[in-house]
């Protein structure tokens, strides 16, 4: 049977590192053969397009570039590991997937679902993840929480109302697949959060 | 008005380099503002694109992520230089365009049309090339005039049968657009091949 393939999605300042190393750490605990991974990225060559999307430098890249970056690095990434892992029954844990680029490219810089939909049939219409842990809170905190962490790359340099939209299309992506996806109150202490997602990790993994 | 789109596109070994030169040269003789440049490319970013699809050493590199970055190299490649150029009046003289994506992406590496024709409505369906010169020759002839050139790129390192593959897919390309594509044989020598694509430019250029 496949592994479990399990995403974590968010806004910035949810805490959504904190969060991946404890998903990581329980998931082990737990016994599985534990694959943690990122987006963009997670291969040689899907780095080195990651590099090209996250670049500050890079002020001209336009918005369908972007998302065709992103979904070049995603191909290649289930391609190379995520597809492999799954295979051989190893539960992937993957920081990011294609609800982001709903979120980030759809909702943050408007482009038209119609291409977001043909590029997700195209590249993984047949697997989907099978537990999306959504870290949601008010953009005002998250901005609040990143201010202090100094250097951001070019897509967190973004104003608010960009993160708004990020926001409602994160939470529109959850209601069209409100079994795949928990919706976690990243708002509360970092306790509290986790005991969040721990439910959905039991609820989900033990069926 | 905007200015002209002109594509050069064909299999390895027509003469492309030579044939882009002289079109070039023939251009401005006639006193067109031209812009020459190639896909995918002609932008930084493109170009570090470029250098990630043809880097012989990518070896792992899946054909989809292959069409995405190309498609991603395009946009960025219209956004920042050939739409402005258009609309300033230059002529555009580009070496491969969309063509090419049909015929190496879709019929050389076998990549769904539906997946390419989405990505051809979303980059730029609005925008085609108002000439596409497409020079044609035998697969063997071709491979024997590159052989002697030494060092190839990782596309260019491909069997016979996928370049037979890419043939077959340019002419099913210009048989569907017959208006925009000027077959161009060239199998002959050099100053035959020229006068094909002169008469192309003079019919395409005077109306």
């Known amino acids: 049977m496949r592994g479990w393939f399990i995403t974590l999605e968010g806004g910035e300042g949810a805490g959504k590192s904190t969060m991946l ?5 329980w998931l082990l605990q737990q016994g599985h053969t534990v694959i943690k991974t990122r987006e963009p990225g997670g291969t040689e060559t899907a780095e080195r397009i990651r590099a090209i999307v996250l670049d500050r ?3 001209n890249l336009c918005p369908m570039t972007e998302l065709l970056l992103v979904f ?19 539960t992937v844990l993957c920081d990011r997937f294609t609800d982001a680029s709903w979120a980030y490219q759809g909702g943050g810089r408007g482009l ?38 100094g250097m951001s790359d ?19 992506r959850a209601a069209g697949s409100p079994k795949r996806f928990a919706i976690v109150d990243a708002s509360v202490d970092e306790e509290a959060v986790w005991r969040q997602i721990e439910r959905a990790l039991r609820e989900k993994l033990t069926r």
């Open 57 to 59: 430098d890079n002020t």
């Open 112 to 149: 038209p679902a119609e291409i977001i939909a043909a590029l997700e049939k195209a590249v993984h219409g047949d697997l989907q993840p099978d537990l999306t842990l959504l870290l949601d809170l008010p953009v005002s905190l998250g901005m609040e929480r990143i201010a202090s962490r």
């Open 72 to 90: 070049a690095a995603r191909a290649q990434h289930l391609d190379e590991l995520i597809r492999p892992a799954l295979r051989r029954g190893a």
């Open 154 to 172: 070019r897509i967190e340099s973004e104003a608010v109302e960009f993160f708004e939209r990020v926001r409602k299309s994160y939470l529109a």
């Open 21 to 25: 190393e404890r998903t990581h750490r």
